[in-house]
T-cell receptor
């Protein structure tokens, strides 16, 4: 079975540009979460989506947005990129959004570099 | 406001010995705790979890201990193997919450020496 897949694996963008990151969850998983991991820190929660609806949002500016599609895949969009947005962006999928087993399975991440 | 703290950035252990990784949390609402392992260029991999109704959970070489009164948990790896060398993240969440938002610590780099 395929795990969580993210694309692209690496990309370089210029300040002020826009970026779209993509995630396909594990088959059967309906919840997708996005995390940002800056070098030297733990992952920080950005969004969670379940059944195409936003279930939670972390402390990130409105430049960050996301959506989930009918097939449960998801996109993370970041507008007006700043140097500080350079990070590893991780997608995690889980069966349910919160109750019971909260184990999340992570993809390999997308390494975004803003220059 | 760091709600989950891993105060040891790194740990070096000899192969075959015990590795003990520590984690402290401040939010008493957390009731589910997880450990993840991360190799370079890979996403975190789930290792083991524990709910607040337990004080110990064991899975093979990995055991997690939870001390709710001290708001402290630890991960024991026995015996340690060179393949265990990775960054270990402690994470906390609320089972009853609307999301499974995980709050991560900053990680501990474990190096197991052959």
């Amino acid at each position: 079975d395929a795990g969580v897949t993210q694309s692209p694996t690496h990309l370089i963008k210029t300040r002020g540009q826009h970026v779209t990151l993509r995630c396909s969850p594990i088959s059967g998983h309906k919840s997708v979460s996005w995390y940002q991991q800056v070098l030297g820190q733990g992952p920080q929660f950005i969004f969670q989506y379940y059944e195409k609806e936003e279930r939670g949002r972390g402390n990130f500016p409105d430049r960050f947005s996301a959506r989930q599609f009918p097939n449960y895949s998801s996109e993370l969009n970041v507008n007006a990129l700043l140097l500080g947005d350079s990070a590893l962006y991780l997608c995690a999928s889980s069966l349910f959004p919160g109750t019971g087993n909260t184990e999340a399975f992570f993809g390999q991440g997308t390494r975004l570099t803003v220059v | 406001d760091q709600q989950v703290k891993q105060n040891s950035p790194s740990l070096s252990v000899q192969e075959g010995r015990i590795s003990i990784l520590n984690c402290d949390y401040t939010n008493s609402m957390f009731d589910y705790f997880l450990w993840y392992k991360k190799y370079p260029a890979e996403g975190p991999t789930f290792l083991i979890s524990i709910s607040s109704i337990k004080d110990k959970n064991e899975d093979g070489r990995f055991t997690v201990f939870l001390n709710k009164s001290a708001k402290h948990l630890s991960l024991h790896i026995v015996p340690s193997q060179p393949g265990d060398s990775a960054v270990y993240f402690c994470a906390a969440s609320r089972i009853s919450g609307a999301t499974n938002k995980l709050i991560f610590g900053t990680g501990t780099l474990l190096a197991v020496q052959p």
